[in-house]
């Protein structure tokens, strides 16, 4: 497994710089330039030759992107036009916000689709089956900007002044702060290092950074502020999830290997759960990895939505106002995320079904 591990990671370098190269070529497509977008039309030709020579913009694209290469490999993915900061203490901290969110909503869509799709396969053709279909169809054709404005409406609006009362927007109310765990231990930090902001990074994960500095107010502020957001983002990856796991464990169950484990006597509970279930499951661990790209994508929207300060948001602005490094890092960071977790779902493969050799 160790050596597969690391022929993968090897494979994932062409990977991450074609997406570089994509990006980096796509940004300088998209008609406008940061001068105009950060000053404004009023800017002129001298003021944004000014601009551009500060910013390095004035080289040809072939020089800008060896050069972003270059600083690429020493970790250093450029500096915001708009904040005049590092990229990397940006993603340090937006991307935990996106990746928490993500998580959860790919958990909800886990917890829910699964058992879902089991019950529909067990009760085929049943009332329970036809009803899981209509609302997979249903979680399947509802846009992600539609459902969240819906819940908002729902749950910050109509149910206000109840149990059932959940916020609409931020991460965490007003007058509620998440301590740094780094913080709460007395640990000396320079956050401008490398390890400092790996530190940050994590710290920013209100939910992981609460639970074992145990501020139980700031993860219950937290959790609450997470629901809509993630059932906003979850819906469609649990419908699609949902639909798999039926289609996986009828075909499962009507194997010669399950009947005869039925003939054998064994209890449809354990029939289900080790003969079938375990086997059934190969192919939606696959959908699950492939869902990631429609929550990252869908992230954009739903942190829009919601007010979060996350990947979403920030890459929306960046493309906005043409900040070229931002679009760059972020996405990087992002196909990193990504190429990273559907490397974990391969090696979950030899997990689930023995048979896998790496």
Not at 6 to 13: E, G
Request: aromatic content about 10%; hydrophobic content about 55%; glycine content about 8%.
């Amino acid at each position: 497994m160790l050596r597969y591990t690391l022929r993968r990671l090897i494979v994932a370098v062409p990977v991450l710089f074609g997406v570089l190269l994509v990006t980096f070529v796509l940004v300088r497509l998209i008609p406008g330039d940061p001068c105009t977008a950060q000053l404004g039309e009023k800017a002129t030709e001298a003021i944004c030759a000014r601009f551009n020579a500060e910013k390095g913009l004035d080289k040809p694209i072939p020089v800008q992107f060896g050069i972003y290469i270059r600083d690429v490999l020493q970790g250093d993915l450029g500096t915001s036009i708009r904040f005049n900061r590092p990229v990397t203490q940006l993603i340090a901290e937006r991307l935990p916000v996106t990746l928490e969110l993500g998580f959860f909503a790919l958990l909800l869509a886990c917890i829910v689709g699964v058992p879902l799709g089991i019950i529909a396969a067990l009760r085929r053709n049943s009332a329970i089956d036809v009803a899981t279909m209509v609302i997979s169809n249903i979680g399947v054709s509802m846009p992600v900007f539609w459902l969240g404005l819906m819940l908002a409406y729902i749950f910050a609006l109509l149910l206000k002044d109840t149990p059932f009362q959940l916020p609409p927007s931020g991460r965490l109310t007003a007058g509620v702060t998440s301590v740094p765990f780094y913080v709460v231990w007395g640990w000396e930090v320079d956050l401008k290092s490398g390890f400092g902001q790996v530190l940050q990074f994590l710290a920013n994960m209100y939910l992981f950074n609460s639970l074992i500095t145990f501020q139980w107010e700031v993860f219950r502020d937290a959790l609450r502020h997470l629901i809509l957001p993630a059932m906003a983002l979850g819906t469609i990856p649990m419908a699609i999830i949902a639909r798999m796991t039926r289609s996986s464990m009828l075909e499962v169950l009507g194997r010669d290997y399950v009947r005869t484990a039925r003939a054998k006597g064994l209890a449809d509970v354990v029939v289900t759960i080790r003969h079938a279930l375990r086997n059934a499951l190969l192919p939606v661990v696959t959908i699950i990895g492939l869902q990631l790209g429609t929550i990252f994508s869908g992230a954009v929207l739903t942190e829009t939505i919601f007010n979060l300060a996350g990947v979403g948001r920030i890459l929306y602005d960046a493309i906005s106002t043409r900040d070229y490094p931002i679009i760059q890092g972020f996405t990087l960071a992002i196909a990193f995320s990504y190429v990273m977790i559907n490397l974990l779902v391969d090696l979950s493969y030899g997990f689930l079904d023995p048979r896998i050799r790496y």
